[in-house]
């Protein structure tokens, strides 16, 4: 059963430490995305990956995220330093550009809490 | 940029009624989606339409892409306690990039017993 995993699930933190959140996406897909959601702003693109390049990080505040690729089975997103506004839960999807199906397949998610 | 209102916010039901909710944009879309999500889940993908009228089902589920390209609809028929969620309408513009997916803010759904 193919699917999108996250690490860690839950994360509580106190303000100013440095967060990473982990993303396996599905084997074979070409395509990473992270998002955020909470409830004032909905579901956010931050920044998205294609062969592992990065695309497109224009929704990501620049001083203190960052994302990278290591390889082809993992995702990181960093936080550093967290802030109180930065609480919400973090997605990976990925997807597979040119399949039969390409829209994204959402991970279950990383709730960050900053404190 | 894109604006998606999606409605109704929420809705309470009784077990085995219909549903719909939808969505529309300020502008055009090549694409529609809908995702349901549950609590502490991520969403998932229920139904995508790439054609202006099309009607597509999954099970109880039907989604229409407007004529206009500006609004999709999604309805469930004979609701049932596991349909509670939050559900999300997606839409792609033309000129976008595969990324450039516009998500509305969700309609959570309670169905009554």
């Known amino acids: 059963d193919a699917r999108v995993t996250q690490t860690p699930r839950h994360k509580v933190t106190e303000m100013g430490q440095e967060v990473t959140m982990r993303c396996q996406p599905i084997?074979?897909?070409?395509?990473v995305f992270w998002y955020r959601q909470t409830m004032m702003q909905g579901l956010e693109l931050l920044a998205y990956?294609?062969?592992?390049?990065?695309?497109?990080d224009s929704g990501m505040p620049k001083d203190r995220f960052s994302a990278e690729m290591p390889d082809a089975t993992l995702a990181t997103l960093k936080i550093q330093p967290s802030e109180p506004r930065d609480s919400a839960v973090y997605f990976c999807?990925?997807?597979?550009?040119?399949?039969?199906?390409?829209?994204?397949?959402f991970g279950q998610g990383t709730r960050l809490t900053v404190v | 940029g894109q604006q998606l209102n999606q409605s109704p916010q929420s809705m309470f039901i009784q077990e085995g009624e219909d549903v719909s909710m939808n969505c529309t944009s300020s502008?055009?879309?090549?694409?529609w989606l809908w995702y349901k999500q549950d609590p502490g889940e991520g969403p998932v993908l229920l139904i995508a339409?790439?054609?202006?009228?099309e009607l597509t089902s999954n099970g109880r589920l039907t989604a229409q892409f407007g004529i206009t390209r500006k609004d999709s609809f999604l309805n469930i028929s004979a609701s049932i306690p596991s349909d509670v969620g939050i559900y999300f309408c997606?839409?792609?513009?033309?000129?976008?990039?595969?990324?450039?997916?516009?998500f509305g803010i969700g309609t959570k759904l309670q169905v009554i017993p």
């Open positions: 999807a990925s997807g597979l550009v040119g399949g039969a199906l390409s829209e994204a397949f």
């Open positions: 084997l074979g897909h070409n395509t």
């Open positions: 990956f294609r062969n592992r390049a990065p695309l497109d």
């Open positions: 502008s055009i879309f090549n694409t």
């Open positions: 339409l790439y054609k202006a009228g």
């Open positions: 997606a839409g792609r513009p033309n000129s976008g990039g595969y990324q450039k997916v516009t």
